[in-house]
């Protein structure tokens, strides 16, 4: 009963935060910095964000190849969903059917170790430029890119200490099933990994177009932040013993990753055209379905026909 109530308590509380998110950014905010989007910025936008979701819809079917092109679109929406805004992870149904499958967790844990390697590469590269150009934010990102990783994993594994899901040995278990499964596949690892880096590049890019098409004054340094926190909000959630459990760690993270009222708008406009790329990948994949029904109906002759 308990359980059924926080689950309920959950999603609504995952609801409440988008209302919020939306309401403490305005309306008209928003309606005012779309508008302001210019043609050249948001067919760029959708590109990336098409090219970016379809990258990780090909990271999913390799990882799990018992899974259809439909059920890797929606696990790669979550998935992206997942890495920004961890409630999102409560409130999708798909998320609670399909995050229940050993192969499809496992395969996931994989790709966001990967994700965070690829943030933290991209994060640094970032930073040690703006190192080079003597500028302190840069340092600071170079440095919190590495201390977010570590203050979240220390907190997950404070809080988890008298817990029978006890975070080391999850990891641990993890870890092993990765080295017996995928370290074999040398060829497949490396795919994974740079699908993982250029998926992962192409978020940048996004965050570069909405901040330019919005007219927001953005610093370099904060990206390296901005992804070390999100991408570790995706970690966390992963490394979670399931959807529908309540833990104050989420609402935590998910309020640092979206304090930001510029952030927040950055994120609402990329998961806006991830939702119109998923509904597009699901009006092509009905058209391709039904075409070939079409093809493969078997023709009724008549007895003519044959001769007889």
Known sequence: MMKRIGKYFYQFAGVGL???????????????????????????????????????MIKVSLLNSNL?????SEIALISRIGAQISMFLSIAPVAQKRFRQASVLNGLLVDR????????????????LLIFKHDWIGVFSAIFSFQIIV???????????????????KIVEQLDRFTSTFLKEKKLLLRLSALTFVATLCDFLCVFIVFGAL??????????????????VGMI?????????????????TLVNVSSVY????????????IVVLLMTYIGIAIVKSLSEERIKPVLTSPSDNGI
């Open 113 to 128: 170790v990967l994700e965070v390697l690829a943030t933290l590469v991209i994060a640094l590269l970032f930073s040690l």
């Open 237 to 253: 959630t992963f490394l979670n013993v399931g959807p529908s459990e309540i833990s104050w760690v989420y609402l935590f993270t």
């Open 263 to 274: 952030t927040s708008a950055m994120i609402l406009i990329t998961r806006f055209f991830d």
């Open 68 to 72: 259809t092109w439909r059920d890797s």
């Open 215 to 232: 007219g927001v004054e953005f610093h370099f340094g904060y990206i390296p932040i901005i992804w070390a926190v999100s991408s570790t």
């Open 151 to 169: 203050f979240f994993l220390f907190l997950r594994v404070k809080i988890r200490k008298f817990s029978r899901f006890n975070i080391v040995h």
């Open 18 to 56: 988008l209302l919020w998110l939306i309401w403490g950014i305005g309306i008209n905010a928003i309606w005012d910095a779309v508008s302001n989007v210019s043609v050249t910025s948001l067919v760029l936008l959708c590109f990336i964000g098409v090219l970016s979701l379809c990258l990780r």
